[in-house]
């Protein structure tokens, strides 16, 4: 990257060690809330800058595995930038010399570049803590990608426990494979989408292959049903509000020749405004209303999931000074992120918060995107994150308290 801000040199004086931590990272993936090797690496490496006091486990940060780093000067404001940890049940197809060594766990989100840039910036926060004025919370969350048994993630454990609670601003990054080094996406308002699952059971009279009409068969239902859903989305949902229903699962059945009495399916539905989610919902029931007219029952259960992400003003404004001051040529996509979830949204409902999606992608590469198991990115992006987490909170700290 093209840039002379002293704070991106001092990034790129850091590159080496960036590389080192994201590597390691890397090999070691761990699923949610099972980030130990992972929390522990980061709570040593946090340890060594001077200054920096640091809060581990679940009495202090609200999840066993987490960790927050703080660095204080003064009493003005209080930032947050916040890294996510975990990683996915996904097997590493990758052939380079650094693949993850935990068998069918690999970091296909980007989340070990993401605790690498966090940990640069707190580096770089250290360096430059002359203009500090106030407090950084250097916040390295598990569990962003799955829940526990109780459906909570780790942005919520960590809300409760009170990390953000004095918080004036919030910033995350995320890792975009599918834009060039060189650009960032950034967006006022909805950014990603909420995530709500719904599953279902479609329950009629099984019976033999050949006598279908002796019975009332769930897979015939669930071919209307699946109409039925899916004109939720394009018939009831107005076309200028992003919507969208999958489902991923339908279980039926042991035998070629049988027919079960019982359909087993799961799914999701995103939105990016509250209203369409509540719309989504009731038009979802009335859909699976088709079942009793085909004389067959059914369950319904719908579980509210993450919010949608949305990104507070005031704080993209600042991150899109903050990227053109240091990277003039920086090419700022003003455009939502897409409809999957993130729960950083739970933080962004109560913080004035925001997050941006850093372009990543590989040149040549179109097979390595986000939850894939040749997830790749380019590492040169690595000081250049770092360096806009850095200069976004000492701009905060500066800016609020002259």
């Known amino acids: 990257m093209d840039s002379s801000h002293h704070i991106y040199n001092q990034a790129e004086a850091l590159t080496e060690k960036l590389i080192s931590w994201r590597r390691e990272l890397h090999q070691h993936p761990e699923l949610s809330f099972q980030e130990k090797h992972t929390s522990a690496f980061i ?3 946090l340890e060594e800058i001077k200054g920096m006091t640091v809060l581990k486990g679940k009495e202090n940060t609200g999840v066993e595995t987490g960790v927050v780093g703080i660095l204080k000067r003064g009493d003005g404001s209080v930032t947050a ?11 590493e197809e990758n052939d380079h010399q650094y693949v993850s060594e935990n068998e069918g766990v690999m970091h ?20 430059n803590i002359e203009n500090i004025n106030g407090t950084i919370k250097f916040i390295f969350q598990p569990a962003e990608e799955d829940t526990d048994r109780t459906g909570t993630t780790g942005a919520s454990y960590m809300l409760e426990n009170g990390i953000y609670e004095d918080v004036e601003h919030a910033y995350a990054l995320h890792i975009d494979p599918e834009h060039p080094l060189g650009s960032v996406r950034l967006h006022e308002g909805a950014s990603m989408a909420s995530v709500d699952t719904f599953e279902a059971v479609i329950e009629g009279t099984g019976g033999h292959g050949a006598y279908p009409h002796l019975g009332t068969d769930p897979t015939w239902m669930l071919s209307f049903l699946l109409q039925a859903v899916q004109g939720v989305s394009s018939r009831r949902i107005s076309p200028l509000e992003p919507a969208v229903i999958s489902i991923g699962e339908i279980k039926s059945g042991s035998s070629y020749n049988v027919i079960p009495d019982k359909v087993y ?15 989504i ?4 029931k009335r859909a699976f209303a088709i079942i009793d007219s085909l004389g067959g029952t059914y369950t319904l259960s719908i579980h509210r999931g993450e919010p949608a992400l949305m990104n507070d003003r005031k704080v993209v404004d600042l991150l899109t000074e903050t990227v053109t001051e240091m990277f003039p040529r920086m090419t700022i996509l003003k455009e939502p992120y897409g409809l999957g979830g993130e729960d950083f949204a739970h933080v962004a409902k109560v913080v004035p918060a925001a997050m941006m999606f850093i372009g990543a992608g590989i040149p040549g590469r179109s097979n390595s995107g986000l939850h894939m198991p040749l997830f790749d990115f380019e590492e040169a992006v690595l000081p250049v994150g770092a360096a806009i987490l850095a200069n976004a909170a000492l701009r905060h700290s500066r800016e609020t308290n002259t």
Do not use: F, N, Q, V
């Open 108 to 127: 296909a989100c980007g989340h070990d570049a993401h605790a690498a840039m966090l940990l640069g910036a707190a580096h770089l926060a250290a360096e």
């Open 43 to 45: 709570a040593e490496k």
């Open 81 to 91: 930038l916040r890294a996510d940890i975990d990683a996915l049940p996904i097997t």
């Open 265 to 279: 399916i799961r799914g999701t539905m995103r939105s990016y405004y509250e209203d369409t989610r509540s719309r």
């Open 281 to 284: 919902e009731e038009e979802l």
